[in-house]
Nanobody, 124 residues
Framework: QVQLVESGGGLVQAGGSLRLSCTASGGIFSSYCMGWFRQAPGKERQVVAAATWSGGRTYYADSVKGRFTISRDNAKNTVYLQMNSLKPEDTAVYYC?????????????????WGQGTQVTVSS
């Protein structure tokens, strides 16, 4: 059983930056693909970014390309999401996710694990 704990959410003005962190326990971190999803009120949960176990392959949703960066530190069992140039439409609950299957972490994370979520609010 993998446990994922996010931190780093908060309130920021448009144009600002935040860095989310997610620390994993209970599994072999380096064997998992890791990702970030978000869910805004009234909308479905959608993938934002993902990285393979080595971090050598990444995926970004079109809406965040060039603004968000996913990275991971396998020695610390931690994955990060650096969010720059934030926009009000980035406001959502952000969830950390893990999966052993790459296509799943870039879509719906079927069969994977979820963190509890952290709120990100971007004011205009």
């Amino acid at each position: 059983q993998v446990q994922l704990v996010e931190s780093g959410g908060g309130l920021v003005q448009a144009g600002g930056s935040l860095r989310l962190s997610c620390t994993a326990s209970g599994g072999i971190f380096s064997s998992y693909c890791m990702g970030w999803f978000r869910q805004a009120p009234g909308k479905e949960r959608q993938v934002v970014a993902a990285a393979t176990w080595s971090g050598g392959r990444t995926y970004y949703a079109d809406s965040v390309k060039g603004r968000f960066t996913i990275s991971r530190d396998n020695a610390k069992n931690t994955v990060y999401l650096q969010m720059n140039s934030l926009k009000p439409e980035d406001t959502a609950v952000y969830y950390c996710a893990s999966n052993t299957v790459w296509p799943r972490i870039t879509t719906t994370n079927d069969g994977g694990y979820w963190g509890q979520g952290t709120q990100v609010t971007v004011s205009s």
